[in-house]
C-alpha cells in the first residue's frame, strides 16, 4: 500500500516544492490556471509573473505548474523544431 499510494505522492510532492523554491527572475512558468508567462519579481510567498507586454498577475508560488525549457518548448506548447527535426 505504502509504495502504491504514499509514496508516489510525496514524490510529486517533494518535486513540486522544489520547482516552487527554485524559481528565479526571467524564468518561463506555466501556471495553473493555463497562463504562460515570465516571472518578474518576488515577495515573499507571492511572485510577479508577466503575462503580457506590461501586463503583470500577482500570484502564489504554488500556483505554478511547470518552467518551461524554452530549448526544449515554446512559449505555446508546441516542440521547438531541432536541427535533427529539419532532416527529416
Known sequence: ???LLIRPQRRRSA????LQSNLAEGD???LTS???GFVSGF???VMWVEIAENVEVR??????ARRIDPKVES???????TDD???K
Open 59 to 64: 500570484v502564489t508560488r504554488g500556483a505554478v
Open 43 to 45: 515577495d515573499g510567498d
Open 75 to 81: 512559449a505555446g506548447g508546441e516542440e521547438v523544431a
Open 1 to 3: 500500500m505504502y509504495f
Open 15 to 18: 518535486e513540486a516544492k522544489s
Open 34 to 36: 493555463g497562463f504562460y
Open 85 to 87: 527535426d529539419s532532416t
Open 28 to 30: 518561463e512558468v506555466l
